[in-house]
Every structure is written in structure tokens, then in C-alpha cells.
């Protein structure tokens, strides 16, 4: 499953540049990678952007990838083949489960329930455009010389996406992905890109609520729980993030 959010070894945040550290330029002026990937890896990376004076650089070719790297984020490329979130999925089946086994509840009140929930996992799955899915998708894709790309370090990539959030530039990189270079409404998104963040993480973090209410607390599988709650911590910041960014823009 995709899963910025599950739990794993500590490692430090992305690290800012030295002063010292110019990056190394060719003769034509572009940025070379000269990080802690092997040598011999060097020539299939190339520079991608800079976002508060980190370069970040990707694989030339996708067929680059390290296959580490790609099982280590397959919970990423899950959902977004899947659109939807695994753990938020099994979280689903769950609660439906806990549902009708309550014993407590009358049958209309687990009815209406069990409508609710089939209405918001609609909405999750039908959701053909998420910038939350790209934004993910982005920390795989994207990486910057402390980094070791052979590899998929989920607090490190966690803190990669509060390091573009600080220094707004998460609109650019959803924006600039190859697949929207031919979206019709690419300028719809380019003038509300926070609202539609605001909008989506809303959504997303009611949806997430609603399922983490319905788990049993003291049965419940301890990794799954983490998931959700760090799911819903990430969205409550991309959240108060994009109603910042709507804010300025009034």
C-alpha cells in the first residue's frame, strides 16, 4: 500500500546546503549531481529544481530507477494505480466490520452508517485528479544529494515535503509534471492550486476521521493506527498550508 505515513528508522531531515558547497556546473551552466549515490550512477541523474537552496535532481530515465527504491515507495505507486490510499482501505473494511458486529447499535442506525461510508469511500476513489497522490509521488521521484535514491526513506521524504511546503513550492511541482503539461484546465489549477489542496485535504482528512472512529481501539493492528493518525497529521499540514497560500491571495 502507499504509505508516506507508515512507521520506520529515524533519519535526519534533509540537510541544507553548506555555504561552502557550490553545486557543480558543467561548461553549458547546468547543475550536475554529485551526491552519495555510486559514481557510476551519476551520469543517469540529472538536476531537476532547487527549493530553499536544496537541488533536487530525478533519474534521466525512469527504467533508472533503482528497483529499492521502487519496492521501498511501492506503497505510493499503489495508490496511485489504485487511487486510493491502502491503509485508509483496510481501515474501511474494519470499521465495517466493527460496524456490524456492534451489538449495541440498532440495524437503521448501522444502515445509515454503512451508507455514509460506502458515499465517502465513492468519493475517495472517484477523486481522478489528486494533487495529494502527485505531491507523494513527487518525493519518489525527486531527490536531493543527502539522499541516498537507491532507496526510500519514509521520514525522510516526509520531511522533504514539509521542506517544499516551507518554502512554497508545492504548487510548482505538481504543476510541472509531465502528465499535466496536456491538462485542459492546467491554468484552472495554476490560479486556485490552494483551494483545490484546501479542498481535497478536507475532504480527505473528514473521510480519514470517520474510519479512525470506527476502529477498535484496543484490537486493532498498532501499525495500521500509526498510519492513519500520521496520515491525518500530513493532511492537517497541507491543510493549514493551502489556507494560508488562499489567504494570500485575497
Known amino acids: 500500500m502507499f504509505n508516506l505515513f507508515r512507521r520506520k528508522p529515524s533519519v535526519p531531515p534533509p540537510a541544507q546546503p553548506l555555504a561552502e558547497e557550490a553545486p557543480v556546473q558543467g561548461e553549458t551552466g547546468r547543475i550536475h549531481y554529485r551526491g552519495v549515490a555510486p559514481a557510476d550512477r551519476w551520469d543517469q541523474i540529472e538536476f531537476a529544481f532547487t527549493s530553499g537552496g536544496v537541488n533536487y535532481f530525478k533519474f534521466v530515465s525512469e527504467v533508472n530507477v533503482p528497483f529499492q527504491r521502487a519496492v521501498a515507495a511501492r506503497d505510493i505507486f499503489t495508490e496511485e494505480l489504485w487511487q486510493i490510499n491502502p491503509d485508509f482501505l483496510r481501515g474501511w473494511n474494519n470499521g465495517l466490520i466493527n460496524l456490524l458486529m456492534d451489538k449495541k447499535k440498532k ?13 465517502r469511500l465513492k468519493e475517495q476513489m472517484e477523486m481522478s485528479v489528486s494533487l495529494l497522490r502527485q505531491l507523494k509521488l513527487a ?11 537507491l532507496d526510500y526513506q519514509y521520514p525522510y521524504n516526509k520531511a522533504k515535503l514539509n521542506h517544499w511546503m516551507e518554502h512554497n513550492d508545492v504548487e510548482g511541482f505538481f504543476l510541472n509534471l509531465p502528465e499535466y503539461a496536456y491538462l485542459p484546465s492546467l491554468t484552472e489549477y495554476s490560479m486556485n492550486f490552494p483551494s483545490y489542496l484546501q479542498a481535497e485535504t478536507l475532504q480527505s482528512l473528514n473521510n480519514l476521521k470517520h474510519i479512525i472512529g470506527l476502529q477498535l481501539h484496543d484490537s486493532t493492528d498498532r501499525d495500521l493506527m500509526s498510519s492513519l493518525e500520521s496520515q491525518v497529521e500530513i493532511l492537517s499540514e497541507l491543510n493549514s498550508w493551502s489556507k494560508g497560500q488562499s489567504m494570500n491571495t485575497i
Do not use: Q, R
Not at 139 to 149: A, I, Q, R, S
Open 139 to 149: 518525493t519518489v521521484l525527486y531527490f536531493d544529494e543527502h539522499e541516498n535514491p
Open 107 to 119: 440495524d437503521d442506525k448501522k444502515l445509515y452508517e454503512i451508507g455514509v461510508m460506502a458515499s
